[in-house]
């Protein structure tokens, strides 16, 4: 099977950087995108200019400046409405959908995401609606809403599988052996990342056979405890994250790496490991793999023999942390740590500030189990797991909860053009929004859990429930000369 998929594509890159290849440093994307967004600025070729700016704003998310990402994609989207592309503009909101989605404001990413597919669907481009169908499930994801978003996964890597489309398909592969591993499917899992990491590798993706490897160390650690090999693995990872300029992917696996070292007992190393990483989320404004770092230093500490007291204070900021990014299994993490070291709780949530001290046998722990992800960066930090080798969090669903206060309960439609309204109308606001919220991370009361609650959108056909339809990875079929079915893309955040 695996001979059938070509070499892997970076349909983000377009216009004049269609030379560039997924594998292409990101200084180098940088610097040949920001030179053909000066020259179609000059010449007032606003088309370019919303195609060259996609590819800044990528490079520039991608390499963690998160405030030149921002500035970018809005630029984008300017320039493609001002041009009267809305399959530009369709890719500029998917670009800012998945810089929220890295910087912890998740209501803004689903609305962005959400967006991006419809004004996808509109413009007749099937892969950008596929590629924000996918920053949505892996959004939800990350959120451990895996009932509503695995089938959608399911759905996606058939396609991928059935058109032979490499980067699609190592996507899907491992956000579902995420999903297994976070269920405690250790097996099943390791079998997907390492379907993925060959995949990737014949395909020469270098991106996602990085991250392959990281999930494969994952699992050599908490199902084999090979630490070793673990090491290994991530040190292969590691030097293409170098390579490649992969700021946030390198952060995250440096998160794994200490991750690792922990399980092993190596506890001072594992704290130096998590101080590095936490230092690296700090630097670029993540505020996800920031607060993870943080509870695996803390975890580390407790071991060193840091105060009782103050590993109680830390466990509780940080759950109050994580439920303001919207990571609704905060509790359910830092309860865990608070029980692997006989911390007390005033309110029996796992969350209060509690004065208890450390038992003297560890107890397993899952800790970020379910916090897998892929925020944003290179899949934004593809799945964090645990610290400890109990077995993991079950994933948390909510019903409706992505619903904002008076907008009822019903789940934005994505199967169809059936709102009757262009999405364009939509777009203003929500850009505006983003605006206002370019330095803040998401509300609590804000954040959904998913956009599919009680209905996953079907890849094929919405009305007959029959499955993927030729010639788009989205239900929608394409116009004439609207990219072609083999770059369906579904690479949400790398």
Same mark, same amino acid.
């Given at each position: 099977?695996?001979?059938?998929?070509?070499?892997?594509?970076?349909?983000?890159?377009?216009?004049?950087?269609?030379?560039?290849?997924?594998?292409?440093?990101?200084?180098d994307?940088?610097? %040949?995108?920001?030179?053909?967004? #000066? @020259? =179609?600025?000059?010449?007032? &070729?606003? $088309?370019? +200019?919303?195609? !060259? *700016?996609?590819?800044?704003?990528?490079?520039?998310r991608?390499?963690?400046?998160?405030?030149?990402?921002?500035?970018?994609?809005? %630029?984008?989207?300017?320039?493609? #409405? @001002? =041009?009267?592309?809305?399959? &530009?503009? $369709?890719? +500029?909101?998917? !670009? *800012?959908g998945?810089?929220?989605?890295?910087?912890?404001?998740?209501?803004?990413?689903?609305?962005?995401?959400?967006?991006?597919?419809?004004?996808?669907?509109?413009?007749?481009?099937?892969?950008?609606?596929?590629?924000?169908?996918?920053?949505?499930?892996?959004?939800?994801?990350?959120?451990?809403?895996?009932?509503?978003?695995?089938?959608?996964?399911?759905?996606?890597?058939?396609?991928?599988r059935?058109?032979?489309?490499?980067?699609?398909?190592?996507?899907?592969?491992?956000g579902i052996?995420q999903?297994?591993?976070?269920?405690?499917?250790?097996?099943?899992?390791?079998?997907?990342?390492?379907?993925?990491?060959?995949?990737?590798?014949?395909?020469?993706?270098?991106?996602?056979?990085?991250?392959?490897?990281?999930?494969?160390?994952?699992?050599?650690?908490?199902?084999?405890?090979?630490?070793?090999?673990?090491?290994?693995?991530?040190?292969?990872?590691?030097?293409?994250?170098?390579?490649?300029?992969l700021?946030?992917?390198?952060?995250?696996?440096?998160?794994?790496?200490?991750?690792?070292?922990?399980?092993?007992?190596?506890?001072?190393?594992?704290?130096?490991?998590?101080?590095?990483?936490?230092?690296?989320?700090?630097?670029?404004?993540?505020?996800?793999?920031e607060?993870?770092?943080?509870?695996?230093?803390?975890?580390?500490?407790?071991?060193?023999?840091?105060?009782?007291?103050?590993?109680?204070?830390?466990?509780?900021?940080?759950?109050?942390?994580?439920?303001?990014?919207?990571?609704?299994?905060?509790?359910?993490?830092?309860?865990?740590?608070?029980?692997?070291?006989?911390?007390?709780?005033?309110?029996?949530?796992?969350?209060?500030?509690?004065?208890?001290?450390?038992?003297?046998?560890?107890?397993?722990?899952?800790?970020?189990?379910?916090?897998?992800?892929?925020?944003?960066?290179?899949?934004?930090?593809?799945?964090?797991?645990?610290?400890?080798?109990?077995?993991?969090?079950?994933?948390?669903?909510?019903?409706?909860?992505?619903?904002?206060?008076?907008?009822?309960?019903?789940?934005?439609?994505?199967?169809?053009?059936?709102?009757?309204?262009?999405?364009?109308?939509?777009?203003?606001?929500?850009?505006?929004?983003?605006?206002?919220?370019?330095?803040?991370?998401?509300?609590?009361?804000?954040?959904?859990?998913?956009?599919?609650?009680?209905?996953?959108p079907?890849?094929?056909?919405?009305?007959?429930?029959?499955?993927?339809?030729?010639?788009?990875?989205?239900?929608?079929?394409?116009?004439?000369g609207?990219?072609?079915?083999?770059?369906?893309?579904?690479?949400?955040?790398?």
């Amino acid at each position: 099977m695996h001979g059938m998929y070509g070499k892997a594509s970076a349909p983000e890159y377009q216009g004049a950087l269609t030379t560039l290849s997924v594998n292409s440093s990101l200084v180098d994307v940088l610097a %040949a995108g920001t030179a053909q967004l #000066r @020259a =179609a600025e000059r010449s007032g &070729a606003q $088309a370019e +200019a919303a195609r !060259s *700016g996609l590819a800044v704003a990528e490079a520039h998310r991608r390499l963690g400046q998160v405030g030149d990402a921002d500035r970018a994609w809005k %630029a984008s989207y300017r320039a493609a #409405r @001002a =041009a009267g592309d809305t399959a &530009a503009m $369709a890719w +500029a909101l998917w !670009s *800012g959908g998945t810089l929220a989605r890295q910087r912890g404001a998740l209501p803004l990413a689903w609305r962005l995401l959400r967006l991006a597919a419809e004004l996808g669907e509109h413009g007749g481009d099937i892969v950008v609606r596929g590629y924000s169908l996918a920053g949505m499930a892996e959004t939800g994801r990350i959120q451990g809403d895996y009932a509503a978003v695995g089938a959608l996964h399911e759905q996606l890597l058939a396609e991928a599988r059935r058109r032979g489309e490499a980067r699609h398909t190592v996507w899907a592969l491992e956000g579902i052996a995420q999903m297994h591993r976070n269920s405690g499917s250790y097996d099943t899992a390791y079998a997907m990342f390492e379907e993925a990491a060959e995949i990737a590798g014949r395909a020469d993706d270098r991106r996602g056979h990085a991250w392959a490897l990281r999930g494969l160390a994952d699992i050599v650690s908490v199902r084999d405890g090979d630490a070793d090999r673990a090491l290994e693995l991530l040190g292969e990872a590691e030097v293409s994250c170098r390579e490649m300029n992969l700021s946030s992917a390198l952060a995250y696996n440096h998160k794994m790496r200490g991750n690792v070292l922990y399980r092993a007992g190596r506890h001072a190393q594992a704290r130096d490991v998590y101080e590095q990483a936490l230092t690296e989320f700090r630097a670029m404004g993540e505020p996800r793999g920031e607060a993870l770092s943080r509870l695996g230093l803390a975890k580390s500490l407790a071991r060193l023999g840091r105060d009782p007291g103050e590993t109680a204070a830390e466990l509780a900021d940080l759950a109050q942390v994580l439920q303001r990014i919207g990571l609704r299994h905060a509790h359910r993490m830092v309860a865990r740590a608070q029980a692997e070291f006989g911390i007390d709780t005033a309110d029996g949530t796992g969350t209060g500030t509690g004065t208890g001290g450390r038992r003297t046998a560890p107890a397993e722990s899952g800790a970020g189990a379910a916090t897998q992800a892929v925020s944003g960066t290179e899949r934004a930090g593809q799945a964090e797991g645990g610290t400890g080798s109990a077995a993991p969090a079950e994933p948390v669903v909510t019903a409706a909860p992505w619903a904002e206060p008076g907008t009822g309960t019903t789940p934005p439609t994505l199967a169809g053009a059936d709102t009757g309204a262009h999405p364009a109308r939509q777009v203003e606001a929500v850009v505006e929004e983003a605006e206002r919220a370019a330095a803040t991370t998401g509300t609590a009361a804000q954040v959904p859990a998913s956009p599919f609650a009680g209905t996953v959108p079907c890849v094929g056909s919405p009305a007959n429930g029959s499955g993927q339809r030729d010639g788009s990875a989205s239900g929608v079929a394409p116009r004439p000369g609207a990219p072609t079915a083999d770059r369906t893309g579904a690479r949400s955040g790398r």
